[in-house]
C-alpha cells in the first residue's frame, strides 16, 4: 500500500476523478439576445471567462479541490467553442490596443483588430490566438472549430477556459455545454431569444 501511494505521489497525472468527486461550475446559464451578429460563424462573437472546479472530501470530511484531474467540455452547437486559458489575452484598452500597432500598414492593424472581442458588458476586451479563430472557408483552408477541450485541473481543482459565442442557432433554442468527469456531470443551458422578447 506504501508503495501504491508513493507511486501515485510522484506522478503527475492526470488522473480519473475518484467516486464521489463533483463537478462545480461558475455559472449555470446564459441566456443571449439572437440578432443578425450570431448567423455567421465569422470570427465575429462575444468572449466569457469560466471556470469548473472538481471537489471532493479530503480525510477530515472538508470539500476540497482536487488536482490533476481530467475535465472534458463540450459544446453542443458548432458556433460556441471551448477555448483553453492560454487561447486568450486580456486586453485592457481596446482603443489604445488598435492604434499603437507601430510601423504596420492600415491593412494589417484593421486585421489585427478584428481578432478583439468584447464580453456583452462591452467592458471587459480580448484577443483570440490566430489558431483558434475560425479559418477562412472561401479561401480553402480547413476550419477550425474547438468545441470540445480535455482540460486538467490545476492545484486548486479548477480549469480556466473561455466561451468564445461565434454564432447561435436561432432565436428560442436552447443548447447545452456539457461537462464530465466520469463519476460527474453537469452543464451550462445556453438560451437565446428574440430581440423582441429581450
Keep these: 500500500m506504501l508503495l501504491l501511494s508513493l507511486l501515485v505521489a510522484c506522478s503527475d497525472g492526470p488522473f480519473a476523478a475518484p467516486p464521489g468527486s463533483e ?3 461558475s455559472s449555470s446559464s446564459y441566456t443571449l439576445t439572437w440578432n443578425a451578429d450570431f448567423y455567421f460563424e465569422d470570427g465575429l462573437g462575444y468572449v466569457y471567462a ?8 479530503d480525510r477530515y470530511g472538508r470539500s476540497a479541490g482536487l488536482p490533476s ?3 472534458e467540455v463540450q459544446s453542443h452547437w458548432p458556433g460556441v467553442y ?7 489575452k486580456t486586453v485592457s484598452d481596446f482603443e489604445e490596443a488598435c492604434s499603437n500597432k507601430g510601423s504596420i500598414s492600415d491593412q494589417e492593424t484593421a486585421e489585427l483588430c478584428d481578432t478583439f472581442y468584447s464580453d456583452a458588458s462591452g467592458s471587459q476586451y480580448y484577443e483570440v490566438s490566430g489558431e483558434y ?7 480553402g483552408d480547413v476550419s477550425f472549430r474547438p468545441n470540445f ?10 480549469v480556466p ?6 454564432s447561435l442557432p436561432g432565436a428560442s433554442t436552447d443548447f447545452p455545454i456539457t461537462f464530465n ?7 451550462i443551458l445556453i438560451s437565446t431569444v428574440a430581440a423582441s422578447e429581450a
Design 23 to 25: 463537478l462545480q461550475l
Design 133 to 139: 479563430l475560425l479559418a477562412d472557408e472561401s479561401a
Design 161 to 166: 477556459f473561455y466561451l468564445f459565442f461565434d
Design 181 to 187: 468527469i466520469g463519476v460527474d456531470t453537469d452543464l
Design 149 to 158: 477541450l480535455r482540460g486538467i485541473t490545476d492545484s486548486r481543482g479548477t
Design 69 to 71: 484531474i481530467e475535465v
Design 50 to 57: 469560466e471556470q469548473v472546479q472538481v471537489v471532493g472530501t
Design 82 to 88: 471551448i477555448l483553453p486559458e492560454g487561447a486568450v
